[in-house]
């Protein structure tokens, strides 16, 4: 069984540009979690997806959005790009909302210059 | 608020037994998470606690403490490979949403 894909691995961009990460997760999987991690700070939670709704959503900018496809795959988008965006973003899958072991993606690492 | 500490750093043998500690404040409890974070490499799932007491998996145990807001990981027989961040999360009792700590980053020596 294929684990949760993200693409792509790397990006390199600069300020004021925008951003489209997408994540597949596992199949049967129906939520979906975007997370950014930066050294030295936990997960910050940045919203979830479930059944191509936003059920919860974490203390972002709205220059952070996403969305939730009918087949589960889920992107996620960041526009005005700032240095401070620099950081791993990563994605985890879980069957549902309520049992939720999240099963994480590599990652995509954004490098904003 | 909510908050999660654990500590930034140890180091311990190879062979050795390490306990890494977890303490949260959260306004509600519906479970403890422990996952392990190597290097450029996605967090795994380790273990998960919702009632107190010891869990065994192997050469991994959790240990949970609800009245202490208090969780432990304990790795036993250390090996190279389990140098990687421990990362601890708590789950929210309203909305499911995991909140994290800044994980342990676990050293081992020969």
């Known amino acids: 069984k294929a684990g949760v894909t993200q693409t792509p691995r790397y990006l390199i961009k600069t300020r004021g540009q925008q951003v489209t990460l997408s994540c597949s997760p596992i199949?049967?999987?129906?939520?979906v979690s975007w997370y950014q991690q930066t050294p030295g700070q936990g997960l910050q939670f940045l919203f979830e997806y479930f059944s191509e709704t936003q059920r919860n959503k974490g203390n972002f900018p709205g220059r952070f959005s996403g969305r939730q496809f009918s087949n589960s795959r889920s992107e996620m988008n960041v526009s005005t790009l700032e240095l401070g965006d620099s950081a791993l973003y990563l994605c985890?899958?879980?069957?549902?909302?309520?049992?939720?072991?999240?099963?994480f993606g590599a990652g995509t690492r954004l490098s904003v210059l | 608020g909510q908050n999660i500490d654990q500590p930034t750093e140890m180091t311990a043998t190879e062979g050795a037994i390490v306990q890494i500690n977890c303490t949260y404040q959260t306004s509600g409890f519906n479970g403890l998470f422990w996952y392990q974070q190597h290097a450029g490499e996605a967090p795994t799932f380790l273990s998960y606690n919702v009632l107190d007491g010891l869990e065994e998996k192997g050469r991994f145990s959790s240990f949970l403490s609800r009245s202490k807001g208090y969780s432990y990981l304990l790795l036993k027989e250390l090996q190279m490979k389990d140098s990687a961040s421990y990362l601890c999360?708590?789950?929210?009792?309203?909305?499911?949403?995991?909140?994290w700590g800044a994980g342990t980053k676990l050293i081992i020596k020969p």
């Open positions: 985890a899958s879980s069957l549902t909302q309520a049992k939720n072991i999240q099963y």
């Open positions: 999360a708590v789950r929210d009792m309203g909305n499911y949403q995991l909140i």
């Open positions: 199949s049967g999987h129906r939520s």
